[in-house]
Protein backbone atom coordinates (compact mmCIF):
# COMPACT_ATOMS: atom_id res chain seq x y z
CA UNK A 1 0.00 0.00 0.00
CA UNK A 2 3.13 2.21 0.29
CA UNK A 3 3.82 4.24 -2.73
CA UNK A 4 6.62 6.65 -3.49
CA UNK A 5 5.65 9.29 -6.26
CA UNK A 6 9.12 11.16 -7.44
CA UNK A 7 8.31 14.76 -9.76
CA UNK A 8 10.25 17.85 -10.19
CA UNK A 9 12.39 16.25 -12.74
CA UNK A 10 13.22 18.08 -16.47
CA UNK A 11 15.75 19.75 -18.64
CA UNK A 12 18.06 22.46 -16.64
CA UNK A 13 20.87 24.33 -18.15
CA UNK A 14 24.18 24.26 -16.29
CA UNK A 15 24.11 26.22 -13.64
CA UNK A 16 20.23 26.10 -12.79
CA UNK A 17 17.84 24.49 -10.36
CA UNK A 18 15.15 22.04 -9.83
CA UNK A 19 13.23 21.01 -6.77
CA UNK A 20 12.26 17.42 -6.88
CA UNK A 21 9.20 16.29 -4.69
CA UNK A 22 8.72 12.75 -3.16
CA UNK A 23 4.92 12.48 -1.98
CA UNK A 24 4.62 9.35 -0.03
CA UNK A 25 1.19 7.82 -0.07
CA UNK A 26 0.38 4.83 3.13
CA UNK A 27 2.21 5.18 6.05
CA UNK A 28 5.52 3.89 7.53
CA UNK A 29 5.97 2.19 10.39
CA UNK A 30 8.64 3.24 12.24
CA UNK A 31 10.18 4.79 9.37
CA UNK A 32 14.13 5.56 9.85
CA UNK A 33 14.71 7.69 6.96
CA UNK A 34 14.12 8.95 3.92
CA UNK A 35 16.78 9.53 0.90
CA UNK A 36 17.16 10.47 -2.97
CA UNK A 37 19.74 7.98 -4.70
CA UNK A 38 20.60 8.66 -8.35
CA UNK A 39 21.52 6.54 -11.16
CA UNK A 40 23.21 7.28 -14.61
CA UNK A 41 24.13 4.96 -16.97
CA UNK A 42 26.86 2.78 -16.26
CA UNK A 43 27.00 4.02 -12.80
CA UNK A 44 25.89 2.00 -9.48
CA UNK A 45 22.88 3.88 -7.94
CA UNK A 46 24.21 6.26 -5.35
CA UNK A 47 22.89 8.42 -2.38
CA UNK A 48 22.90 11.68 -2.65
CA UNK A 49 20.99 12.80 0.25
CA UNK A 50 19.56 11.40 3.41
CA UNK A 51 17.51 12.53 6.07
CA UNK A 52 16.67 10.52 9.62
CA UNK A 53 13.68 10.60 11.08
CA UNK A 54 15.39 12.39 13.81
CA UNK A 55 16.28 15.35 11.22
CA UNK A 56 19.63 14.23 10.85
CA UNK A 57 20.81 14.93 7.13
CA UNK A 58 23.78 12.92 4.99
CA UNK A 59 24.99 14.23 1.31
CA UNK A 60 27.49 12.43 -1.10
CA UNK A 61 30.42 14.74 -1.09
CA UNK A 62 29.74 15.71 -4.83
CA UNK A 63 26.37 17.61 -4.18
CA UNK A 64 26.97 18.97 -0.73
CA UNK A 65 26.79 22.76 -0.94
CA UNK A 66 24.56 22.53 -3.88
CA UNK A 67 21.72 20.15 -2.79
CA UNK A 68 19.43 20.31 0.00
CA UNK A 69 16.62 18.05 1.57
CA UNK A 70 14.20 18.61 3.24
CA UNK A 71 10.92 17.14 4.48
CA UNK A 72 7.29 17.91 5.26
CA UNK A 73 5.62 15.47 7.49
CA UNK A 74 2.81 16.76 7.83
CA UNK A 75 2.34 16.08 4.17
CA UNK A 76 4.49 12.80 3.91
CA UNK A 77 6.57 14.50 1.53
CA UNK A 78 10.09 14.86 0.76
CA UNK A 79 12.25 17.27 -1.49
CA UNK A 80 15.31 18.16 -2.69
CA UNK A 81 16.29 21.07 -3.57
CA UNK A 82 19.14 20.90 -6.25
CA UNK A 83 21.12 24.03 -7.35
CA UNK A 84 24.34 24.82 -9.29
CA UNK A 85 23.59 21.57 -11.37
CA UNK A 86 26.39 19.93 -13.47
CA UNK A 87 26.02 17.79 -16.66
CA UNK A 88 27.43 15.16 -13.78
CA UNK A 89 24.04 15.19 -12.19
CA UNK A 90 22.25 14.02 -15.18
CA UNK A 91 20.85 11.14 -13.89
CA UNK A 92 17.27 9.48 -13.23
CA UNK A 93 16.31 10.20 -9.20
CA UNK A 94 14.75 8.13 -6.88
CA UNK A 95 13.14 8.59 -3.59
CA UNK A 96 13.83 6.12 -1.23
CA UNK A 97 12.16 5.35 2.45
CA UNK A 98 13.05 2.62 4.78
CA UNK A 99 12.52 1.02 8.17
CA UNK A 100 13.84 -1.60 9.81
CA UNK A 101 12.59 -4.09 7.87
CA UNK A 102 12.44 -2.54 4.09
CA UNK A 103 13.16 -0.29 1.56
CA UNK A 104 10.12 1.31 -0.16
CA UNK A 105 11.54 2.71 -3.94
CA UNK A 106 9.87 5.57 -6.31
CA UNK A 107 9.80 5.01 -10.38
CA UNK A 108 12.25 7.96 -10.54
CA UNK A 109 12.28 10.83 -12.54
CA UNK A 110 14.97 11.78 -15.30
CA UNK A 111 16.99 14.74 -14.30
CA UNK A 112 19.02 16.28 -17.59
CA UNK A 113 21.51 19.23 -17.27
CA UNK A 114 22.94 20.34 -20.74
CA UNK A 115 25.97 22.14 -20.93
Known amino acids: QVQLVESGGGLVQAGGSLRLSCATT????????MAWYRQAPGIQRELVAA???????NYADSVKGRFAISRDNAKNTVYLQMNSLKPEDTAVYYC?????????WGQGTQVTVSS
Open 96 to 104: NARNALRDY
Open 26 to 33: GSIFRLNA
Open 51 to 57: ITSGGTT
